[in-house]
């Protein structure tokens, strides 16, 4: 078992994000190059046109060399049952970071299958682009540089592609305190239908408040939720809860 799993404090790439948190919180990149250095491991230790080694080494990449913010692998596992249970043929996330989440929907849609992939911020995204290429994913997803709350840039760019009630699926995993806007936004365009599936990383480290106060008052009535007990990603220290909510009406 690698050392960060259980002792991240341990671990200078933990404490360098801490440092970096005001950076990592607005613009979605700690600073000090593990991004870039995470594509760059990627394209040299996994093999082509394999999505599952991709995923293999970016979770040994966050193990062994630095600590990264992405869902990890005991969540992803979480979110991987979730996306089963939805049957999902058309899915969108928001805050793509390396593109970790995008590979791990990527290889369980079926044939025909779409993800939209929106994120913020443009370094990110040439980097989840890149990486989808080399796992041979690149036709699965198209990732958007942007953001919902951008004055309906965003939304308006994927309305030419989203009918009506087409997705199925939905991962948050961006800003904690626009998680109950943007859900609302999702709302508001009509690509939501009842079945639809949400789930929201990191519900209770760092946190989302808003977002599980709104889930927990429209229990039974909008929303069915279930709240998965976990851990924050690469290590077994600190306790996370992932909420996977179900559209009724």
């Known amino acids: 078992m690698f050392l960060g799993k259980q002792l991240p404090f341990l671990r200078w790439s933990f404490i360098r994000l801490g440092l ?19 594509a760059k ?13 991709a995923i293999r080494a970016i979770d040994e ?18 979110m991987d049952r979730a ?27 079926p044939a025909g ?25 690149e036709d699965r997803v198209t990732v958007v540089h942007g953001f919902l709350g ?5 939304i308006n760019r994927l309305k030419k592609e989203i009918a009506s009630g087409q997705l199925d699926f939905v991962f948050v995993d961006h800003a904690k305190d626009e998680y109950l806007p943007d859900l609302k936004r999702l709302l508001e365009t009509g690509w939501l239908r009842p079945g639809t599936v949400v789930v929201a990383d990191n519900v209770r480290f760092p946190g989302a408040p808003e977002y599980r106060a709104y889930m927990d008052a429209e229990e039974g009535r909008r929303w069915r939720t279930v709240a998965h007990e976990a ?6 220290l600190i306790k996370d809860v992932v909420l996977e909510s179900t559209l009724i009406r």
Not at 102 to 107: D, H, N, P, S, T
Not at 113 to 137: C, M, P, Q, T, W
Not at 231 to 236: I, L, P, S
């Open 61 to 78: 990449f966050a193990y062994k060399k630095k600590f990264l913010i992405n869902v990890g692998d005991e969540k992803g596992a979480i």
């Open 20 to 38: 970096g948190m005001k950076r990592l919180t607005t613009e979605w990149q700690v600073g000090d190059g593990r991004e870039e250095a995470c």
């Open 150 to 154: 951008d004055n309906g840039a965003t």
């Open 41 to 53: 491991y990627v394209l040299a230790n996994a093999r082509p046109g394999d999505i599952d080694d």
């Open 83 to 109: 996306f089963d249970g939805a049957k999902a043929r058309c899915a969108m996330e928001l805050g793509a970071y390396v593109g970790y989440s995008a590979l791990r929907i990527a290889r369980r849609l």
């Open 231 to 236: 851990h924050a990603e690469y290590q077994t």
């Open 113 to 137: 299958g779409k993800l939209y992939s929106i994120e913020f911020n443009a370094a990110n995204a040439d980097i989840v682009r890149r990486i989808l290429a080399h796992a041979g994913a």
